[in-house]
């Protein structure tokens, strides 16, 4: 609809109308409408690291984490990746965490029922807690030793 006056304000007999997209007219526009929202909250970085060492130390915890030796796995074979999973005997949703130039471990385990495959540079704490098990790569490892990094404490903090 358009936001012009109906009609003139004077010389026509009928009563002053302004733009016929108002709420309270028949075919009229919404009150108050949705608007497009971000529903994004910023995390500092200190919390995301300490989130994500908590999330891994959970998994070393419960024993639910184990190391994958990636270059077993060079081409994809996923009978081969899914008689591993059989053999650690792992707790499903299993997180896989491959490095990104690993595609052939990542390309062994994405076929397999209740196992996500996901590159370390993309792994978040949701991921991660959200799965009961979780295989990590060499490489991965170090990735997300890296991200999860030592957060120093300050003066105040802990004592």
Not at 27 to 50: C, E, L, M, S, T
Not at 62 to 86: C, F, N, W
Request: glycine fraction near 12%; proline fraction near 4%; aromatic fraction near 2%.
């Amino acid at each position: 609809m358009t936001g012009a006056k109906a009609w003139r304000q004077k010389g026509t007999g009928r009563a002053r109308v302004g733009a016929l997209s108002v709420p309270h007219r028949r075919g009229g526009g919404v009150a108050f409408g949705p608007k497009p929202r971000r529903h994004v909250v910023k995390v500092n970085r200190k919390a995301r690291r300490r989130a994500l060492r908590g999330a891994l130390s959970i998994h070393a915890e419960r024993g639910s984490i184990a190391v994958l030796d990636a270059a077993t796995l060079d081409e994809p074979a996923t009978k081969k990746a899914a008689e591993m999973l059989d053999k650690w005997g792992a707790k499903r949703p299993i997180l896989v965490v491959v490095d990104a130039e690993e595609t052939g471990a990542a390309k062994s385990f994405r076929n397999i029922p209740r196992v996500s495959v996901t590159p370390a540079s993309g792994v978040g704490v949701t991921d991660i807690v959200g799965h009961a098990s979780l295989l990590v790569s060499q490489k991965a490892l170090e990735i997300l030793e890296a991200r999860a990094g030592d957060v120093k404490r300050s003066a105040g903090e802990g004592d």
